[in-house]
């Protein structure tokens, strides 16, 4: 297995896996993830445009021929009342094949983002994780992350 940047040939297979956890999410909370009749055509442009941008970290992990889980970070400047010292790359769209994958593929996937995001000048990775995705959060945890913040929802 190998970790690369993501490249155009990988967009229906990353598509493809952002389904999967959409769907995963929309059991945790049916009305905030609830996925768009058309979303994965919808996506595809989105994840090209991330592909295309020099200014996106993004990454797959790539198993001889088969994409096994993917990564995108985009680097922020901080709010003006913050000054954690340098920009910040946020990383939303982070997701592997299967449960199990996390502390190998995710955690592949993570070391090459935080290490990219490293030189680009940022002083920290900040994951965005659902509350229940707890694989996800486990390998997170063991890299050494903590919990910043939790989002709430409530229907009404």
């Known amino acids: ?40 055509e919808k996506h595809a442009p989105f994840i090209t445009r991330l592909v295309d941008s020099d200014e996106v970290v993004s990454y797959v992990e790539d198993d001889g021929g088969e994409i096994r889980g993917f990564l995108f970070g985009t680097l922020i400047d901080p709010p003006p009342v913050y000054d954690p010292g340098g920009t910040t790359c946020v990383v939303d769209d982070f997701m592997v094949d299967e449960p199990n994958a996390w502390e190998s593929v995710g955690r592949s996937l993570l070391d090459r983002a935080v290490q990219e995001a490293r030189v680009r000048g ?31 929802a409530k229907p009404l």
């Open 1 to 40: 297995m190998t970790v690369r940047r993501a490249r155009n040939g990988d967009v229906e297979a990353i598509v493809h896996l952002a389904a999967l956890k959409r769907d995963q999410y929309a059991t945790y909370n049916p009305t905030f993830h609830r996925p768009a009749t058309d979303a994965r």
């Open 122 to 152: 940022a002083v920290q990775v900040v994951v965005v994780c659902g509350p229940q995705d707890t694989p996800k959060r486990t390998m997170l945890t063991s890299a050494g992350c903590t919990v910043v913040t939790e989002w709430f």
